[in-house]
């Protein structure tokens, strides 16, 4: 089993930041394969940003060059530096890991980009 821990979410207004962190624990070992998700009121699910099995970045289109995913190895946390935040970013964001074929998902966080 895989626990997964997200914060940092909260209200700030269009162009401000923030920073998510998610917290892994249990059965794994490597923060590869995690990664990054959101929900927007009303839409699906959507990738946000993630690292891949071998540890490479990979972003949506809508996070390009706004936002940033970063880990601490040791901790088996991952973070995601959010910048020049827009009304649109709007919504409950996911810590989601994939670990022996099985996906597991955090309970979320709320971020709320007031214009």
């Known amino acids: 089993q895989v626990q997964l821990v997200e914060s940092g979410g909260g209200l700030v207004q269009a162009g401000g930041s923030l920073r998510l962190s998610c917290a892994a624990s249990?059965?794994?070992?490597?923060?590869?394969?995690m990664g990054w998700y959101r929900q927007p009121p009303g839409k699906q699910r959507e990738l946000v940003a993630r690292?891949?099995?071998?540890?490479?970045?990979y972003y949506a289109d809508s996070a390009k060059g706004r936002f940033t995913i970063s880990r601490d190895n040791a901790k088996i946390t991952v973070y995601l530096q959010m910048n020049s935040l827009k009304p649109e970013d709007t919504g409950v964001y996911y810590c989601?890991?994939?670990?022996?074929?099985?996906?597991?998902w955090g309970p979320g966080t709320q971020v709320t980009v007031s214009s």
């Open positions: 989601k890991a994939f670990v022996s074929g099985y996906h597991y």
């Open positions: 249990g059965s794994i070992f490597s923060s590869n394969g």
């Open positions: 690292f891949t099995n071998i540890g490479s970045t």
